[in-house]
């Protein structure tokens, strides 16, 4: 089975500084997605960045990007820039390559201070 | 309506109490999900749909009854619940998902939630 691992329950960063959230991840297969989600204080679970393993290149959205080590089974979330929007919870996530099933980590609760 | 919607946002019930809780989404999706999220755990999945048809039963137990009537719709029928159920339950959908054998990897689209406190 597979697992997310999300080491810091909690970061803070000052507004329009950078921030790096970690995630390893377990798995035997050799094709599938990643994913970061955030939740801010709504509950709304927003996507913020998905990876596909079998893609070198990794992926970026403006502000966010992933550095994705395959073989280190590392997903890490930067975040350039932030913004005092940028606080929520962050929920790294695995989908195998066959269904869409979602693991998600334990989640890094992330506070931009001004 | 646009997106994922869920009703009712909040619900506080009794352990011998009936409810349900509904999701709909309006993006033309195939795939719904079940998801409790608990305080300092991860989020659990608990159902998936797909074409209506459920493909996954993560272990629930029979006091949730999920109902799935066409693909834009989902239920979750709540009854004699305990203290433990109390969580914030989400709802999800995505297109050609929940492993019907089409195409995966695909983003799901998350409702804002029904926080459930059971008394």
């Known amino acids: 089975a597979q697992t997310v691992t999300q080491s810091q329950p909690e970061m803070s960063v000052q507004e329009a500084e950078t921030v790096t959230l970690s995630c390893t991840y377990d798995t035997s297969e050799s094709n599938y997605y990643l994913f970061w989600y955030k939740q801010p204080p709504s509950r709304q679970m927003i996507l913020v960045i998905r990876?596909?393993?079998?893609?070198?290149q990794n992926a970026t959205e403006n502000r966010f990007s992933v550095n994705f080590q395959k073989a280190a089974k590392s997903f890490s979330l930067k975040i350039s820039d932030s913004q005092l929007g940028d606080t929520a919870m962050y929920f790294c996530?695995?989908?195998?390559?066959?269904?869409?099933?979602?693991?998600f980590g334990e989640g890094t609760q992330l506070t931009v201070n001004p | 309506e646009t997106g994922v919607t869920q009703t009712p946002r909040h619900l506080v019930m009794g352990m011998t109490n009936k409810k349900s809780l509904k999701c709909e989404q309006h993006l033309g999706h195939n795939a719904m999900y079940w998801y409790k999220q608990s305080a300092k755990k991860p989020l659990e999945l608990m159902f998936v749909y797909n074409f209506k048809e459920q493909t996954e039963n993560n272990s629930v137990p029979s006091r949730f009854s999920p109902e799935c009537p066409n693909s834009s719709h989902l239920f979750l029928h709540l009854h004699t619940l305990q203290p433990e159920d109390s969580a914030l339950y989400l709802c999800?959908?995505?297109?050609?998902?929940?492993?019907?054998?089409?195409?995966?990897?695909?983003?799901?689209?998350f409702g804002p939630g029904t926080r459930l406190t059971v008394l």
């Open positions: 996530a695995f989908m195998g390559p066959s269904g869409s099933r979602l693991t």
């Open positions: 999800a959908s995505s297109q050609d998902g929940g492993g019907g054998g089409g195409v995966t990897g695909n983003e799901q689209f």
């Open positions: 990876q596909e393993a079998y893609k070198q």
